[in-house]
């Protein structure tokens, strides 16, 4: 059986008021999933 649940990334942005991403820095999103914080600060 699949499991069709999708990821919703968590204080998504409050993450990135605390990153405050630059362009040109580089970021690692570690999560298992969908990559939902690492795609927002792109």
Same mark, same amino acid.
């Given at each position: 059986?699949? @499991? *069709?649940? $999708? #990821?919703? +990334? !968590? /204080?998504? #942005?409050? $993450? $990135? *008021?605390?990153?405050? +991403?630059?362009?040109?820095?580089?970021? !690692? *999103?570690?999560? &298992? @999933?969908?990559?939902? #914080? &690492?795609? &927002? /600060?792109?």
């Amino acid at each position: 059986m699949m @499991n *069709d649940t $999708i #990821h919703i +990334p !968590v /204080l998504l #942005h409050e $993450i $990135i *008021d605390i990153f405050q +991403p630059l362009p040109g820095q580089c970021f !690692v *999103d570690g999560t &298992a @999933n969908g990559g939902g #914080h &690492a795609f &927002a /600060l792109w």
